[in-house]
């Protein structure tokens, strides 16, 4: 699966940039089943100067779905593992009405 990281002034650590690899790649499982190599996954990061925090926005292009997640918190790592934990669960809701939805053409 192919991904951009966009971060504007925010240098983004290497172990990050690691870290965001291999949640990339888990995500990426998640979709081979369906429709392996036609999903693309959009990751800005950002810091609120208002509110003293990061915010990590996840923009998925998957099938003909674009899911979204967006997290905020003090910490840039606490913030992109929030917002993959939230695409996570939205991707764990679409397998689940696709898999129903050929279950009901199947019948």
Request: glycine content about 2%.
């Amino acid at each position: 699966m192919r991904f951009e990281l966009h971060s504007g002034p925010i240098k983004v650590p290497a172990t990050l940039h690691k870290a965001i690899g291999r949640k990339v790649d888990k995500v990426e499982q998640r979709l081979k089943r369906y429709h392996p190599d036609v999903a693309e996954m959009e990751l800005r990061v950002a810091h609120v100067d208002k509110l003293n925090e990061y915010e990590c926005n996840l923009v998925l292009r998957a099938f003909k779905e674009t899911m979204h997640a967006s997290k905020s918190a003090p910490e840039l790592r606490v913030a992109v593992d929030k917002s993959f934990e939230a695409m996570m669960l939205q991707l764990d809701h679409y397998r689940v009405k696709l898999n129903k939805s050929l279950q009901d053409h199947s019948e």
